[in-house]
């Protein structure tokens, strides 16, 4: 069965420096993966999907996130944190047995000033 | 905002009660999901609807049940409301199963 695994529930970075979101799947098919964010008091919101074409995936505000095979990973990125992109950060895949989107625990990603 | 619609935003109700949330999915969208939200549980998964049929079920309690109508927005029927039940209740919509998911504000669900 399909799933994934968030590695850390707390990730705090400097504005300005590198943001990386670690993202594991588990999948005996070619997955669909997903990424989206959730800002305070609102419902998650698509950042991007990968869907089988390109490893690396852009998606909006900046994040991108680059597919590995041989790691089963999907991690997130973005060159230069903000202050705007603290936020929940789920990554999700799609099941292949009834089309279910998992998602995993959720990151939540602190900017420090 | 995303195009899906979710009312009310706030509801508060007490124990024991039953209430009904309502969403109406983007346009052509035929897929509807529902999740609860809460601090200890995190995004949790109920049920999913493809084009009025009931597709897959996830931690969804015999004291809950959904529905989609023939317009395609869906109804979430909590009732026997326990205090656990308070939580963030959101409904998301796609083209059909499996394809990316767009979710509404949300219903908080203050249970008192």
């Known amino acids: 069965a399909q799933s994934v695994t968030q590695l850390g529930s707390h990730v705090s970075v400097s504005e300005g420096a590198l943001v990386l979101l670690r993202c594991n799947y588990s999948s005996s098919v070619p997955p669909y993966l997903f990424w989206y964010v959730q800002y305070p008091n609102q419902g998650l919101q698509l950042l991007l999907k990968y869907t089988s074409a390109a490893t690396l995936v852009k998606g909006i505000n900046g994040f991108e996130a680059e597919f590995k095979k041989s790691e089963t990973s999907f991690h997130l990125t973005k060159p230069s944190a903000h202050m705007s992109d603290a936020a929940e950060y789920f990554c999700a895949v799609r099941s292949n047995r009834d089309d279910k989107i998992i998602f995993g625990k959720g990151t939540r990603l602190h900017i420090l000033p | 905002d995303s195009g899906v619609t979710q009312t009310p935003k706030h509801l508060i109700t007490a124990t024991g009660q039953r209430v009904t949330l309502r969403c109406s999915p983007r346009?052509?969208?035929?897929?509807v999901y529902w999740y609860q939200q809460s601090l200890d549980q995190g995004l949790q998964f109920l049920i999913q609807y493809y084009n009025g049929e009931e597709r897959a079920k996830g931690n969804i309690l015999e004291r809950f049940s959904a529905q989609q109508f023939p317009d395609l927005h869906s109804e979430l029927n909590l009732s026997s409301l326990e205090l656990g039940d308070s939580a963030l209740y959101f409904c998301a919509s796609s083209v059909a199963l499996g394809y990316e998911q767009y979710f509404g504000p949300g219903t908080r669900l203050t249970v008192t």
């Open positions: 346009s052509g969208d035929l897929s």
